[in-house]
Structures are given as C-alpha cells and as structure tokens.
C-alpha cells in the first residue's frame, strides 16, 4: 500500500463545473496536507494547506481533512481551462516519520472549455 | 523577489558519469528539500538540510548519491557513476521555516533539473 494514494486519472469535467480530487493516506499520525498543483514540464506550485479537520476555503478552492478516515479532498468550484494540470496530495508524517514529504502520484484534471 | 533556482536545467550523462546539480534557495530560508521525480510521478523525498546539517536522508537510493549545503544556502546533488535508472527531473524546494523542519511550512519550488542518463 502506497503511503499516499491518489486516483490518476484523468478527471474530465466541463467548464465551470466543480473539481473533485480526492486522496488517502495511511500514517494516522500525519500532522498536515497540501495540496500542489503542477503543469506540465513545471514544478509544483502550492495551491493551498490543511492542518485541522474541516474545511478550509481559498477563492475556488477548498480543502477538506478527516483524519479518522485518513483522507484529504480538494474542491475546485468554477473550474476553468487554465485549471487543467496534475494535482498533487502531500502529507508531511508524524514527527517520527523524519522530515521528508510524501507526495502522491497525483491526478490529471483536463477542464474542458 | 527571486525564487529557487536550479542549474544546469539540462543535463545529458553517459552512463558511469558523475554529474552534479547546484540549487539557490531563496534567501534566508531555513529548510532545503531534495526530490526526484519520474514521468508520470510525484516527487519522492531524497533528503533533508536544515541550515548546514542534514537532517534526514533517507530518501537517497543508494550511496552513489551524496548531497550538501555547507554554508546553509547553496546545495548540490552528486550522483556517482549515473545509471539509467537515475534519468529523471530532480526538483529543489526550501521553506522559511526554522523549526519545523518544514513540516508545516510552505516549500517553494525550482524548475528542476532533467537528467538524462544515456
């Protein structure tokens, strides 16, 4: 089982419809999350961060955190064609885990005009 | 401002080759990453400097990989004798963070450097 897990994809959806991206993880005592987003032939950019159950709401996007189900969701309402890119989950693990990011494999979204 | 920035951008190797990748964090920023990533892919963690010290590298694959930062700014990423498995984009990140270790802070991305390793 991968440490963090993410469907690859590709998720087709229509301008200006809502982006649902989903991952898992499998360290429960994972501290926080972040969602990355990364074009093609780029690097990853940070789109937003979570650290509390809930959601957190960034312009379209929103992040949601269920640490009992181990799991991390991005929304992305409106979405538009310059959305189109891999999203990339990262969780940074508990303290005992190191210091290092695991990042899933990420998710393709092609957001069609 | 400036952000982290990575050279060479490309780097063709022959097999057997050491090679060596540079990377400029941005100023003052604590906490510097070292990731590889293959096509298709997210980045896996190499390894770990806060300041000078490395912190954690146990993401390095082998002990043909070798990386410091011996001032607490500038890094490199040596790679002995390259094979074909080691072609892929090796991506620098640093975070502010002092502390954390960057567990909780904002890591900033360079361009990557592509390796291809023939």
């Known amino acids: 089982q991968k440490e963090v897990e993410q469907n690859s994809g590709p998720l087709s959806v229509p301008e200006g419809a809502i982006a649902s991206l989903n991952c898992t993880y499998s360290d429960r005592g994972s501290q926080s999350f972040f969602w990355y987003r990364q074009y093609s032939g780029k690097s990853p950019e940070l789109i937003m961060f979570i650290y509390s159950n809930g959601d957190k709401e960034d312009g379209r996007f929103t992040a949601q955190l269920n640490k009992a189900s181990q799991y991390v969701s991005l929304l992305i309402r409106d979405s538009q064609p310059s959305d189109s890119a891999t999203y990339l989950c990262a969780v940074n693990p508990d303290v005992a885990g190191g210091f290092k990011t695991i990042f899933g494999a990420g998710t393709r979204l092609f957001v069609k005009a | 401002g400036a952000g982290v920035s990575q050279s060479p951008r490309y780097k063709v190797a022959k097999r057997g080759q050491d090679v060596a990748l540079r990377c400029d964090p941005i100023s003052g920023h604590v906490s510097l990453f070292w990731y590889q990533q293959a096509l298709g892919q997210g980045p896996e963690f190499l390894t770990y400097f806060q300041n000078e010290a490395q912190l954690d590298k146990s993401g390095l694959p082998s002990d043909r990989f070798f990386a410091e930062r011996p001032e607490g700014s500038v890094s490199t990423l040596k790679i002995q004798r390259t094979q074909k498995e080691d072609s892929a984009v090796y991506l620098c990140?640093?975070?502010?963070?002092?502390?954390?270790?960057?567990?909780?802070?904002?890591?900033?991305f360079g361009p990557g450097t592509r390796l291809t390793v023939l």
């Open positions: 990140a640093s975070s502010l963070d002092p502390s954390g270790g960057g567990r909780t802070d904002t890591q900033y």
